[in-house]
């Protein structure tokens, strides 16, 4: 940064600050906009070294509205990265899922209603790779006894075959060959503007909808005549019951096959079978439907396998941002030196740290760029994601990637710096006093505890840049949630090292004896 840019920097600090002094009120003055006549505010600003490197998240939240089927190669680790999903349906609550038994005309051998025709339909709004390349993916029932539970937490390297039903292991029930270009239903996943969305369709053994129509039957039977808090039988009153009475789910996976990945938005299992319906008076059968939907509100569950990941991780010449690989930077703030010298009490008013984005040195089609990143400390990453928390601009920070300058910039995560630097006084204070037992510490004793609560708390200092996904409230611009991204992007970032830092900008603000006054 040039000197007149940190001149101007320095002067819009010294305007913020003292308009936020000039609102103060102080006992002493009595009066407003006035600091005591023997106190002065300075202002200084220092830049200090950062250093990163990447490292590898092995515990990626997988619980998203979008699922991820498909098998690519990846030019960066000249690996494969697969990826496969489950996925539960859901039940809303008081809706009629099928018309009256007698109206079905659709009947099996016993005189039952049955279906006609099964099929499950994943709907994708994205794809990577060729569009004409062909994939078999195989779909396996899910084990009614061991279901995927809602208060559980899954990863990207959960093993979701373990989910499935006992003797199906290596038998699915459905195969189906799909390309990202849907000829048939749909459209070019390319043709944005496109009303129509591509879809895999598979059908499905016809035992599958059977047994639901059987299930809800019973329900009809077992609660006649009572209302719904007095109902025996729950299995349609609720997405739980039905999870784990009438139908666990599917696991989807690909069995054949390289070169495209899809982004599968919606999935719907179809019940399709004939009916009598009243119309202008004439009673005449026809088709009919009854469809059961995956929502958030259950689980979708994407289960990815990446290979040759180590060759990234260890890269000097840069640091990787790579999903849905988990691949993410790593970086050691310089809080020493933040508070290092005369700056020890200063206070802090603003912390910007830039990092850079290498080009792409390939052509052809790529990977796309993160679009957000989250910063937040090391220790705090998968409680993060676990607990659904949103950034609060004190421990954890958003930003997204400016394409005009190619970085990411973090305009001030002072409030973090500062929490770092008071978590560990804290802490030093506490052992002195709880464990050692002494009251009142020298300067040389506290130097001491410090040293070595810093040797038994090596990630103390430490940040993860994580790319995420980012949902907004549409009228309040409100963020509700922030998720792990599991999209195939990957971003290369300068490197912080000894012989070339990444250069963080600290401003302080300190309140002083001004002098020549009493």
Not at 139 to 150: A, G, K, Q, S, W
Not at 394 to 411: G, I
Not at 455 to 467: A, E, Q
């Amino acid at each position: 940064m040039n000197k007149s840019n940190i001149l101007s920097r320095l002067g819009s600090i010294v305007v913020a600050v003292s308009m936020a002094f000039a609102i103060s009120c102080t006992e002493d003055t009595g009066m407003i906009g006035v600091p005591p006549s023997n106190e002065s505010l300075e202002t200084s600003m220092a830049v200090w070294n950062v250093y990163t490197r990447s490292v590898l998240i092995d515990s990626i939240k997988a619980h998203s509205s979008s699922s991820y089927l498909g098998s690519i190669y990846d030019p960066e680790t000249n690996g494969r990265l697969t990826g496969n999903f489950v996925t539960q349906f859901a039940i809303m609550e008081d809706i009629k899922y099928f018309p009256h038994q007698d109206s079905i005309t659709s009947r099996n051998a016993q005189g039952r209603p049955c279906c006609d025709s099964v099929m499950l339909q994943l709907n994708f709004d994205s794809y990577y790779g060729d569009v004409n390349t062909p994939m078999k993916l195989a779909i396996y029932p899910l084990d009614m006894n061991n279901p995927l539970c809602e208060d559980s937490t899954y990863y990207t390297n959960t093993d979701l075959r373990k989910y499935i039903r006992p003797g199906y292991e290596n038998k699915p029930i459905a195969t189906k060959v799909f390309t990202a270009w849907d000829r048939i239903h749909g459209s070019d996943p390319s043709n944005a503007s496109s009303n129509n969305y591509p879809s895999i369709r598979i059908p499905m053994p016809l035992s599958e909808g059977n047994a639901i129509m059987d299930k809800y039957w019973e329900y009809l039977e077992d609660n006649k005549g009572l209302s719904a808090d007095k109902h025996v039988n729950h299995n349609f009153d609720d997405s739980y019951h039905f999870i784990r009475n009438v139908l666990p789910g599917y696991y989807a996976e690909i069995i054949n096959g390289e070169g495209v990945m899809v982004r599968v938005f919606v999935d719907a299992l179809y019940l399709i079978y004939n009916a009598r319906h009243l119309t202008d008076s004439i009673v005449e059968d026809v088709p009919s439907y009854t469809v059961f939907a995956g929502t958030p509100e259950v689980i979708q569950s994407c289960q990815f396998s990446q290979s040759d990941i180590a060759d990234l991780v260890n890269d000097e010449s840069c640091t990787w941002l790579k999903t849905p690989a988990g691949l993410c930077t790593e970086l050691t703030l310089p809080i020493d030196d933040i508070f290092s010298g005369t700056h020890k009490n200063d206070s802090i008013s603003r912390v910007q740290l830039m990092l850079t984005r290498y080009n792409k040195e390939q052509t052809g089609d790529q990977f796309g760029i993160p679009q957000n990143l989250l910063l937040l400390r090391k220790a705090d990453v998968k409680a993060y994601f676990d607990n659904k928390r949103t950034p609060d601009e004190s421990t954890s920070f958003l930003t997204a990637f400016q394409k005009a300058y190619n970085t990411y910039t973090f305009e001030n995560i002072g409030q973090l710096v500062t929490f770092i630097q008071k978590e560990r006084e804290n802490a030093v204070s506490t052992y002195i006093k709880d464990v050692l037992k002494i009251e009142n510490p020298t300067e040389a004793q506290i130097a001491e505890e410090t040293r070595e609560w810093t040797k038994r708390n090596p990630d103390w200092d430490k940040c993860c840049l994580v790319p995420v996904e980012v949902a907004q409230n549409t009228s309040t611009g409100t963020i509700t949630s922030v998720s792990h991204d599991l999209s195939l992007t990957s971003a290369r970032l300068v490197r912080g090292t000894t012989d070339n830092p990444i250069r963080i900008q600290v401003y302080y603000t300190r309140v002083s004896s001004a002098s020549g006054n009493e």
